[in-house]
């Protein structure tokens, strides 16, 4: 029995997110999924190291999945990349060792949101950005930046219902560079909530446009109330770019 890794990029605009849902055909896991089940000739099932929401992009999205079938590594990833919709693309395959587990032998991830700020849209970036057109403060956002990085608990920037499980994250980097119009916000930390990248973008938005005060994230840190955090903004401005082990 081989354990299968696979590094996949894929543009999420057409779908229902990650995970594969009743209709298998509309989900990344689903599609991925069908096809390796006609590969390997018996139903075959892959673990992804987290779920992305409908909508989100990813350039290195991790999974792995076990097989007997006797087939290379590479013609499977000539089969996928041949039959998969030109918006998922595989790209690097490898065997690993059998106990490797895309989610649970996840150390960190890396996120990045872009914000296309301008009075004027973007005909190109609109599929991959958040226009945002307010005028911001960059200074006010770097400091939300450094009050948001270190170790918290982010339930309040979460719509993660309650949960027994730890809500507390570590984030390492929470950095912004500017390209003419176009943001780039990149998160990185041992893990994510659900929607947590979305809110704290939204809430540094705000922040940045004078409609929410800096002191409001220890503020939602002590609350753990997410309605006193900013919005949750699109999910096409956001990018899952790398899983670390």
């Known amino acids: 029995m081989k354990n299968i890794k696979l590094t996949i990029e894929y543009d999420g605009g057409r779908y229902q997110g ?11 896991q689903g599609k ?64 690993v060792p059998e106990r490797f587990h895309a989610r649970y032998n996840a150390k960190g991830k890396k996120y990045s949101y872009h914000v296309w700020n301008d009075v004027v849209p973007s005909a190109f970036e609109r599929n991959y950005s ?45 950095s912004i560079q500017k390209d003419g119009s176009l943001l780039h916000f990149t998160f990185v930390g041992d893990g994510f909530l659900y929607k947590m990248v979305r809110i704290i973008m939204g809430t540094i938005l705000e922040i940045g446009a004078g409609e929410m005060s800096l002191e409001m994230i220890d503020e939602i840190f002590e609350s753990k109330i997410r309605s006193e955090a900013g919005m949750t903004v699109p999910s096409q401005g956001l990018f899952l770019d790398e899983v670390y082990y």
């Open 130 to 174: 958040y226009h945002y057109p307010q005028e911001l403060d960059f200074a006010a956002m770097n400091q939300a930046c450094l009050k948001l990085m270190g170790k918290h608990d982010f339930i309040g920037f979460s719509s993660l219902k309650k949960t027994k499980k730890s809500t507390v994250r570590t984030i390492d980097e929470l």
């Open 32 to 95: 991925i999924e069908n096809i390796l089940t006609q590969i390997t000739g018996t139903k075959t099932e892959i673990i992804g190291s987290g779920r992305t929401d409908a909508g989100t992009h990813a350039k290195g999205q991790i999974a792995n999945f076990k097989t007997d079938a006797k087939i290379t590594i590479a013609e499977i990833m000539d089969t996928l990349n041949h039959q998969l919709p030109r918006d998922i693309v595989i790209k690097k395959i490898e065997e």
């Open 18 to 28: 990650w995970q594969r849902l009743g209709d298998s055909d509309k989900t990344i």
